[in-house]
């Protein structure tokens, strides 16, 4: 379960913690300074949750207006379209507001470019190699060209390597 804190513009208020949109409104409408104003503006906080989901919270800028938006994505989202959004996001320079099914994005849990090189050379990308050949190729050399066009990142503990187009 995800826990969220808002806390409130207003110094004479005091913020409250919640896990999800409805129980936000609740506390917000009822929410009063020490004045008996009723407070407007909060910071919204990630407090608790997965690791992934704070990243998420994070590239989307999690805020009142937006809250319901990245409360629902963290529900209906699955690992791989939470990667691909932090990634767009924070790594290849889309807009928070981005439709992450036209995000075009090549994303390889991966650990390094090397290993990008072999697994495009298993997978004959760069054509049928006879195996006795493959030895003799300079899997650092491939990797350093992939280098132009692919970057490495780590998410929540999970090393990606990644390329925007």
Known sequence: MTTFFAQPYNIDATGFYFTDVD???ERSSTNRDRYGQLVEEYEIQFIDGESIDAKLAEAHGINQANLSEVI?????ADAHEKVAFIIAVDEC???ASCNI???DIDIYEMDSLNELAEHFVEEGLFGSIPERIRRYLDIDAIARDLGFDYSETEISGTRYVYRCS
């Open 101 to 103: 099914s036209e995000v």
């Open 93 to 95: 320079g889309y807009d």
């Open 23 to 25: 129980e936000y409104l």
């Open 72 to 76: 629902a994505f963290m529900d209906v």
